[in-house]
């Protein structure tokens, strides 16, 4: 079964810093990935998605993805932190489950805190 | 406006009062879905369907019901609530599960059971 890791439960960094976010998947077959913010009291939303064939991803708010195969990762970066970014984010994967439908699965999440 | 419903937004109730959480979207998609989020364990889905009258259990579907009459209508049904499952929930849709469509979610409704 799929499974999605995220490293780091809580990341700090400064306005104006470089933001790293990890998330690992377990397939050896890409899957197709995801990563959503959520905003406090709000639902998630999509910050971009893995197209295929490509290695880097852009979204929105200047976020991009990395794709690394043989590293199954999905690293999200954005290369200066605003207050704004303070959210949780979620690295998410979709693939067949095991009775045959599709189903999405979230990593633990990452909360971003982004100090001035 | 393209959107996922829910209501109520926020929910209080004790242990053994049946209780439904409504949840609709207006972009007629066919795949609809039930998460529930716990600080530290993400989203876990407890009930998806793929269609009208055709559902499936997630991963934590204990103490949970659906229905899917409609295709704009997915609610979430809890016929004996307890407290653990006082947890925030959310309902998500997409157009088309297998490929690189994203869910869209639902503002999320906040149950506690006492």
């Known amino acids: 079964a799929q499974s999605v890791t995220q490293l780091g439960s809580h990341v700090s960094v400064s306005e104006g810093a470089l933001v790293l976010l990890r998330c690992n998947y377990s397939s050896s077959v890409p899957p197709y990935l995801f990563w959503y913010v959520q905003y406090p009291n709000q639902g998630l939303q999509l910050l971009l998605k893995y197209t295929t064939g490509a290695t880097l991803v852009k979204g929105i708010n200047g976020f991009e993805a990395e794709f690394k195969k043989s590293e199954t990762s999905f690293h999200l970066t954005k290369p200066s932190a605003h207050m704004s970014d303070a959210a949780e984010y979620f690295c998410?994967?979709?693939?067949?489950?095991?009775?045959?439908?599709?189903?999405?699965?979230f990593g633990a999440g990452t909360r971003l805190f982004v100090k001035a | 406006e393209a959107q996922v419903t829910q209501n109520p937004r926020y929910l209080i109730t004790v242990t053994g009062k049946k209780l439904t959480v409504t949840c609709s979207q207006n972009m007629n998609h066919e795949y609809m879905s039930w998460y529930r989020q716990d600080p530290g364990l993400g989203l876990r889905q407890i009930y998806y369907s793929m269609n009208v009258e055709v559902t499936d259990k997630g991963d934590v579907p204990e103490g949970y019901k659906v229905s899917r009459k409609e295709k704009r209508n997915f609610p979430l049904i809890l016929e004996s609530p307890s407290p653990n499952q006082t947890s925030l929930y959310f309902c998500?849709?997409?157009?088309?599960?297998?490929?690189?469509?994203?869910?869209?979610f639902g503002n999320g409704t906040r149950l506690t059971v006492t």
């Open positions: 998410a994967v979709s693939d067949r489950g095991s009775t045959g439908g599709f189903k999405t699965i």
């Open positions: 998500a849709s997409t157009y088309n599960p297998r490929s690189n469509s994203p869910l869209h």
